[in-house]
């Protein structure tokens, strides 16, 4: 994200980058608040699963002589699970803040900062002769991620508000299952994302482009 140079030595990236306060700043929010979403979904659907734990409930409560029905058991494990999917929806809410704050960086930016600049500058890149052509590809590649990895977080933040104020909207209860589905599968291309993009991190930060780690926390500079 940010200015590029060529180099010309072989072993460097053909693309260094910079990256402004506001940018280093945005991501590094962000990364965190996924990781915090993903890990209450996690929690939510293993440890603290309430129907799972529905036999160690009774269990404990049976050794002090006390027995109680699946339901009733239940109504126990199920706190703690809603504790975890309120703490989900905060979560959800600093996403959203997260992403209004992106576009009003993307606005506020310079001109070459700009993320429509910097896919401008890919495209014409990748059809410039004498550049190599291969990771002149790749760094367009790269770019339009960007651009779906910022619809797909659009794309769970509305769905995860419908969800959130769905009975204020008057959302019919086969609306809500519908929208919970769509949210759902949604997770699945975050962490597809969340996958290649660190596996293409360290890839080429261990290859040809040494420093985008550093890049993000310094500036590239």
């Known amino acids: ?20 306060v506001a940018i280093r700043l945005w991501h590094w929010l962000t990364f965190l608040v996924i990781s ?19 036999p160690e409930v009774q269990n404990k ?13 239940f109504s126990v494990t199920h706190i703690f699970d809603d504790k975890l999917w309120d703490l989900h929806k905060l979560l959800g809410y600093g996403l959203s803040f997260l992403l209004l704050a992106r576009i009003g960086i993307e ?37 339009f991620s960007y651009t779906l990895f910022y619809l797909l977080i659009l794309y769970m933040v509305l769905s995860g508000l419908s969800l959130a ?19 759902g599968f949604g997770q699945y291309l975050i962490y ?15 290859g040809k482009s040494r420093g985008i780690v550093s890049g ?6």
């Open 1 to 20: 994200m940010g200015q590029t140079q060529s180099q010309t030595n072989g072993n460097q990236s053909l693309f260094l980058q910079t990256h402004s």
């Open 36 to 54: 915090f979403i993903v890990l209450t979904v996690l929690l939510a659907s293993t440890l603290f699963s309430p129907r799972q734990n529905i």
């Open 61 to 73: 409560l049976a050794g002090k002589g006390i027995v109680i029905d699946n339901n009733q058991a």
């Open 107 to 143: 606005l506020t930016q310079p001109t070459d900062e700009k993320l429509k600049s910097k896919l401008k500058n890919a495209l014409n890149l990748s059809k410039q002769n004498g550049w190599n052509k291969k990771e002149a590809k790749h760094y367009l590649i790269v770019k």
């Open 165 to 183: 104020f769905g009975r204020d909207l008057g959302l019919s209860r086969d609306t809500n299952h519908l929208i919970k589905e769509i949210h």
């Open 192 to 206: 597809a994302f969340i996958f290649f993009h660190l596996s293409g991190v360290i890839l080429a930060d261990i």
């Open 216 to 221: 993000m926390i310094n500036g590239g500079k």
